[in-house]
């Protein structure tokens, strides 16, 4: 919201401004709130204005590293070639809101592209989250040769306040699937929240050798990570040897393909790396076409299925940041699609059953 100052004010100026900081700025530096708004504006320019207190929070002086909290007022003196400054700074919608004009409405940043393969992967979208539906083999977060990341892209999605999207939880590279990004500071906050508190429930498929006995378990291990040649690894080990965390994932044979194949949901409870994958393996069942784990000798790929990773993120359940739950399902990518269509395995009829058993 954006109020003119006072004339009340003993500090008061033609074009001076009061805005208030937004629910989605808590704890955001005041210096880090200028470069936001007024893009424009030289650090050491600002500097002065502190120092000089013609920037003040809530009536008081402030500094560079002063922490902002929602509904704080902020005034703001004129800001001679500044972006966003004065009356020339907003264009009032009804309610007295006021709306940015200093940065265009169309996504800046990122390869042209980006912009498009992203909305090309779109599940959902409102004002606060994006959930995506990642393809396999396109990594997260950048590392070592890698030239195009979801992280990266998000750039492109980067709004009029200069918010660039935030990961609040990663998929492997090879894995497919749900993936949920925050729009605001403030949505990332509760997202994060809620992964940590473990409130979220999160559904993998998966296609493994052989058929898991029982056809409902629990598996409890201790994993650390170990070097490879072919990169990070985990390994089940001992409660307090090699930093290792604890780590437990829930499964359900939904269906098999005599006692070869079987398709698995697969829910984790805590979040390590490679969690699923690691288990299915220490239980004798990798998931068919993991690099790191199917470690079987003299196994033949039934024919019309792919030596890819079987593992898809197919579904999450999430509390949203502005209340209520935030409930989406990804459809299976293309060479998983076309292993279930050659097995006969039935979507519809385990897509319910893995809701009753997630009940």
């Known amino acids: 919201m954006l109020e003119r100052g006072s004339s009340r004010d003993p500090l008061n100026m033609a074009n001076v401004e009061t805005r208030t900081v937004a ?26 204005l502190l120092r000089s ?15 902002l909290e929602p509904g704080q007022a902020v005034r703001v003196p004129p800001l001679a070639g500044a972006a966003g400054q004065g009356a020339g700074g907003g264009a009032r919608a009804g309610g007295g809101t006021s709306v940015s004009t200093s940065r265009p409405t169309a996504p800046t940043g990122g390869r042209p592209s980006d912009a498009d393969a992203l909305r090309a992967m779109l599940l959902h979208e409102d004002d606060q989250v994006f959930v995506f539906n990642k393809p396999a083999g396109l990594a997260v977060q950048g590392g070592s040769g890698l ?69 409902q378990g629990r598996i409890s291990t201790w994993l650390a990570k170990e070097d490879t040649p072919d990169g990070d690894r985990m390994r089940v080990t001992r409660q307090g040897k ?20 079987a398709w698995l949901s697969m829910r984790p409870v805590t979040g390590r790396t490679h969690q699923l994958r690691a288990h299915a393996a220490h239980i004798g069942h990798p998931i068919v ?54 097995l006969g395995f039935d979507i519809e009829a385990g897509s319910e059953q893995s809701e009753q058993e997630d009940a």
């Not at 207190?53 to 922490?67: E, F, I, L, P």
């Not at 090699?242 to 006692?259: E, F, K, R, W």
């Open 23 to 48: 629910p989605d700025e808590a704890g955001m530096r005041l210096d880090r709130w200028f470069k936001t708004h007024f893009p424009d504006l030289a650090f050491g320019h600002l500097q002065k």
């Open 289 to 342: 076409g993991d690099p790191k784990y199917f470690d079987v000798e003299d196994w033949q790929f039934p024919g019309g299925i792919q030596n890819k990773l079987h593992l898809h993120a197919r579904r999450i359940v999430i509390p949203h940041p502005a209340g209520g739950k935030l409930d989406v399902t990804a459809p299976l990518p293309p060479h998983m699609q076309q292993s279930w269509n050659l």
């Open 242 to 261: 090699d930093d290792a965390s604890h780590a437990v994932s829930l499964y359900s044979v939904v269906d098999n393909a005599g006692q070869q194949l």
């Open 53 to 67: 207190g013609q920037v003040r929070v809530d009536g008081g002086r402030a500094k560079t590293s002063t922490r």
């Open 147 to 215: 030239t195009r990341h979801v992280d990266g892209m998000l750039t492109a999605l980067t709004d009029r306040k200069g918010q660039k999207p935030r990961l609040v939880h990663r998929l492997d590279r090879d894995t497919s699937g749900v993936l949920v990004v925050a729009r605001t500071r403030l949505a990332a906050q509760k997202l994060a929240e809620a992964f940590r508190a473990r409130t979220t429930r999160k559904i993998y498929w998966a296609l493994v050798k052989g058929v898991p006995k029982p056809k």
